[in-house]
């Protein structure tokens, strides 16, 4: 067996041990994946172990098969858990890195971001959120990747194909240093059990979307939308959230974020969750104030934080089904309802059924799939029927993307629009169509991002000054159709240092337009040159206004039928490849599911040069105005009015312009 290495340095550079590293024991006081389902056949299992094996040197093959073997049979998967690593997870200051390449170093620090424990929700199994949004399957993986970032120059790209690094080719300095791709199935195979089958092999991951491309932050990676989001759905029904109740569910990974945003938004948050040690998590982070377990409890608390206009985010310990019902009985008045429970994984672990509890349902999903499926859809029947009851007393409920209204439509609930029309078959929106998408998206505005890669707080504190800067001067030019949005973002990145938003690396998030994010992306990169701050590394969630084709979520307010239409992602990947962007991704997944969604991002390092300006100039531009185009396209009058705006800024953007047709012609037609 391996005697441990000395330092973190050198076991990233020993990539796989020559040596078996000992066996680590299965560690109970970890937030683990659920168990998946046994799918294989006995040949495809037979497969599944030499696709693993062939990661290590044959003196080992006839050692680990067996333990291999039984992780399969006991997780549905092979994590390869002997080879995690030894030292703590986190993201380490850029300079700590073995590296040749300081935008390879930037890449590592961003991967051990993704599986910090702090950040990632199943970090054993190198799961960041979602329940199944993957940085890697295996530890072999993880370790052979960041051997090859360590070794590689600025003339080499790493190639990522689901998960497996495939290897260092020949490139040059303007190249992307990585290129992932994730999950990019066949269209005929792309079914939920296509992903169980084909995970299980070990020939492709779910990569959610900022998991698979190590750009997640934390919860705050939502916060800010989340924010924007229930801002302007108190907006939407005129009402001021003092006081007011918001009610929803989910508190993992990405959900997690409701209650924070809630709090900052200024309402009263319940957010249901099953999943107790996720809750306490919640709870020891300060993203939840307090947590409840019996609904009569939670019924009278719910009824003093309304009397007294508190600002509170509560959790309760069960599940959401019981607390919309119980409210329906207690005649408890909801403002604004929402759902993001991970409904794009529904039958290994995204949503639990009533009347079971959480430990039963970790067993029936594995041990009695069908089952569990049935009590799934009873549940949403129920869910939605009870949503139903609220609606007709005046709630807004709106779906927050991870597929609730598509999972309850396809178990039968009473979910759909009688007068259906093309983008709005279900009665409720999805929080895109109503909020995010007119008043954001189609404005260029979303989730801009950036991490300090010094690892340093007061680093983080000076670039949330310039970004404030910058954006308080652009508000005094900026037309009236986005001043709601610059004031938001000001607001926002005023308070993001009191809110204590950062898990993990130290980070921020800013919805920001195009000249948004190039002016302060430039102003970093002064800072830098000048010395002022470390490296920066700017990257975006997928989920934005050009990075993903998404039918029931990111372009869910595209009504020209093209929804269902994937180029726009496929073309923002390749196009911030050529212009500038230090690493990009492609997955299959992300939030609303597997099959359901293509989506893309990028990373990029700024280091204060002149090839980073040209380069952030190039790529920042066409990432937000791709997506501006065809939202315009598509006659989003939001978007027409942003390219308008674009093309007067840059003389060489020429974009092409839809011409409206007269609504009195087509009702001329039979």
């Known amino acids: 067996m391996q005697t441990s290495l000395t330092t973190f340095q050198d076991q990233i550079l020993e990539g796989i041990p020559e040596q078996l590293p000992a066996l680590k024991p299965y560690d109970n006081s970890i937030n683990h994946a659920p168990f998946r389902k046994d799918i294989l056949s006995i040949e495809e299992k037979k497969l599944a172990l030499q696709n693993a094996l062939r990661y290590f040197d044959k003196k080992h093959h006839e050692y680990l098969i067996e333990e291999f073997k039984t992780e399969l049979e006991t997780y549905g998967r092979i994590y390869m858990y ?32 993704n599986l910090d424990y702090a950040v990632a929700q199943h970090p054993h199994e190198l799961i960041t959120y979602g329940g199944n949004g993957g940085v890697f399957s295996n530890w072999a993986q993880y370790r052979l990747t960041m051997k090859y970032l360590a070794e590689m120059n600025d003339e080499q790209t790493l190639v990522m194909y689901s998960g497996h690094p495939m290897g260092l080719f020949p490139s040059h300095k303007e190249a992307p240093r990585v290129v992932v791709t994730n999950g990019m ?8 059990d296509d992903w169980e089958k084909f995970n299980a092999l070990g020939v492709t991951q779910y990569g959610q979307m900022t998991a698979g491309s190590y750009m997640y932050i934390g919860p705050q990676g939502i916060v800010h939308g989340t924010t924007i989001t229930v801002l302007n759905g108190f907006r939407k029904i005129g009402k001021e959230p003092k006081g007011n109740l918001f009610v929803t569910s989910g508190l993992g990974g990405m959900s997690g974020a409701q209650p924070k945003a809630g709090n900052i938004a200024g309402c009263i948050t319940v957010c249901a969750e099953v999943n107790p040690k996720i ?58 309802g929402s759902d993001q429970t991970s409904l794009h994984n529904p039958w290994a672990g995204g949503y639990y059924p009533a009347n079971l509890s959480f430990e039963e349902s970790n067993k029936m999903m594995v041990n009695n799939p069908e089952l569990f499926k049935t009590k799934v859809q009873e549940t949403l029947r129920r869910h939605a029927d009870a949503i139903n009851k609220h ?26 629009n009688i007068n259906a029309t093309l983008g709005r078959e279900f009665k409720y929106p999805s929080y895109v169509q109503d909020i995010m998408g007119p008043m954001c998206f189609d404005y260029g505005f979303g989730p801009f991002r950036w991490v300090c890669a010094s690892g340093k707080a007061e680093d983080l504190q000076k670039t949330d000054q310039i970004a404030c ?52 992306a430039e102003a970093f990169n002064q800072a830098i040159e000048k010395k002022d701050i470390g490296i920066v590394i700017l990257g975006r969630d997928h989920h934005d206004v050009s990075g993903t084709d998404s039918p029931y979520r990111e372009t869910s307010n595209i009504y020209d039928g093209s929804r269902f239409t994937a180029d726009m992602a496929i073309h923002n990947v390749i196009g911030d490849s050529f ?18 969604v293509i989506n893309g991002g990028f990373g990029m390092v700024l280091d204060g040069s002149m090839e980073a300006s040209n380069r952030l100039k190039q790529m920042l531009f066409w990432d937000v105005n791709n997506g501006i185009s065809r939202r315009s396209w598509a006659r989003n009058e939001g978007a027409v009015f942003a390219i308008k705006r674009a093309m007067e800024s840059e003389p060489n953007l020429k974009v092409t312009l839809p011409n409206t047709v007269d609504d009195q012609l087509l009702k001329k037609l039979k």
């Open 82 to 113: 002997r080879f995690r690593p030894d030292y703590k997870m986190y993201a380490r200051p850029i300079n700590d890195y073995p590296a040749r390449s300081k935008q390879a170093a930037a890449i590592m620090l961003m991967i051990q971001n």
């Open 185 to 192: 199935m066949i269209p005929n195979y792309s079914k939920p």
């Open 279 to 336: 809750t306490q998590v919640r709870l020891d982070q300060g993203w939840i104030d307090e947590r409840i377990t019996d609904l009569d409890t939670l019924v009278l608390r719910v009824k003093k934080a309304k009397a007294d206009k508190e600002t509170i985010s509560i959790a309760y310990l069960g599940n959401i089904v019981d607390v919309w019902e119980k409210f329906n009985e207690a005649n408890i008045y909801i403002d604004l």
């Open 391 to 416: 609606t007709e007393k005046g709630t807004y409920f709106f779906d927050y993307g991870n597929a609730f209204l598509l999972e309850a439509s396809r178990a039968g609930a009473d979910i759909m």
């Open 469 to 520: 800067n910058i954006l308080e001067n652009m508000i005094e030019d900026a037309p009236q159709e986005i001043q709601q949005q610059m004031a938001d973002n000001i607001q926002w990145i005023k308070g993001a240092q009191e809110n204590k938003l950062v898990v993990g690396s130290q980070a921020r998030i800013l919805y920001a337009d195009a000249e948004g994010r190039m002016r302060i």
């Open 579 to 596: 212009r500038g962007a230090t690493w990009v991704s492609i997955h299959n997944g992300g939030g609303v599911g597997w099959g359901e």
